[in-house]
């Protein structure tokens, strides 16, 4: 099985949560047969009722890009794992979260498979995916939709307000890849 590019959003609103992305992050960066390829900066995002309470803690939201030949079954697996290593409580998955990971997209393949769903179902409605998801991959267009990134944007009616966290956690950005450590060509 060849490399994909796999987006995972990732976000926080409970303890230190540039600590639980920062460790999420990590985690991810370090799966097998995979490489951290983009990482946006954290964004603050005002938190959404989704069918249940998430809090009034205000969540940090970011993006990964991953190059990997893990299944997407698998992924999901591991992303859920990660999240309970790092204290999510599963069964209260609409309330609020140390840590919360979400298959964005996985190459341009769409899948609908017994609770995994690609593309995520409500990526193209959310200021906090989208924001962070056009900082690393500006030109990635949605397999299903057929619209860009910077389109869905600037077609989106959330009124979310999304802030860029100032300053960026240092952590995060020794992170990053660098053009030098990109033998894609990405940045």
Not at 51 to 66: A, E, F, I, M, Q
Not at 78 to 107: F, H, M, W
Not at 122 to 147: N, S
Request: proline share 9%; glycine share 8%.
């Amino acid at each position: 099985m060849s490399r994909e590019t796999v987006f995972i959003g990732f976000g926080s609103n409970v303890g230190d949560r540039v600590d639980y992305c920062s460790r999420a992050v990590t985690l991810l960066s370090l799966l097998p047969h995979s490489e951290l390829t983009g990482l946006s900066s954290l964004y603050e995002t005002e938190p959404i009722p989704d069918g249940g309470d998430p809090g009034s803690t205000w969540v940090l939201n970011g993006v990964v890009r991953l190059d990997t030949d893990i299944t997407p079954r698998s992924l999901l697996n591991v992303c859920r794992e990660i999240e309970s290593a790092l204290g999510r409580d599963q069964e209260n998955r609409k309330g609020p979260r140390t840590i919360d990971l979400d298959i964005l997209s996985y190459g341009t393949r769409t899948i609908d498979d017994g609770g995994l769903v690609i593309p995520h179902p409500r990526l193209h409605r959310r200021r906090f995916v989208l924001v962070p998801l056009a900082e690393v991959e500006p030109a990635w267009v949605h397999p299903v939709l057929g619209r860009s990134v910077t389109e869905l944007l600037q077609a989106l009616e959330d009124p979310a307000q999304v802030r860029k966290l100032d300053p960026q956690p240092s952590i995060l950005n020794r992170m990053r890849p660098s053009c030098a450590s990109s033998p894609s060509g990405r940045h």
